[in-house]
Nanobody
Framework: QVQLVESGGGLVQAGGSLRLSCAAS????????MGWFRQAPGKEREFVGR????????YYTDSVKGRFTISRDVAKNTAYLQMNNLKPEDTAVYYC???????????WGQGTQVTVSS
């Protein structure tokens, strides 16, 4: 069983930046990747991006490309989501998730609120 603990959310003005962290524990072998998702009020949870633990390959949804960057610290079992030039439409609860395989998610963080004011 994997445990994911997120931190770093908050309130920021449009154009500002935030960095979210997701620390993983409890797993004795490396998972395939760490992903970030978000859910705005009244909307479905959507994919933001992910990073592979081995190689550090990253993928992003189009709406955040060029503004968000995902990185990881393998030694700390921690992934990061650096969010720059934030927009009000980025307001959501952000969740990290661990991928057991390229298509199987087997763990979720508790979520952290990000609010961007205009």
């Amino acid at each position: 069983q994997v445990q994911l603990v997120e931190s770093g959310g908050g309130l920021v003005q449009a154009g500002g930046s935030l960095r979210l962290s997701c620390a993983a524990s409890g797993r004795t072998f490396r998972s395939y990747a760490m992903g970030w998702f978000r859910q705005a009020p009244g909307k479905e949870r959507e994919f933001v991006g992910r990073i592979s633990w081995i190689g550090g390959d990253t993928y992003y949804t189009d709406s955040v490309k060029g503004r968000f960057t995902i990185s990881r610290d393998v030694a700390k079992n921690t992934a990061y989501l650096q969010m720059n030039n934030l927009k009000p439409e980025d307001t959501a609860v952000y969740y990290c998730a661990t991928y057991r395989t390229s298509s199987t998610i087997d763990g979720w963080g508790q979520g952290t609120q990000v609010t961007v004011s205009s």
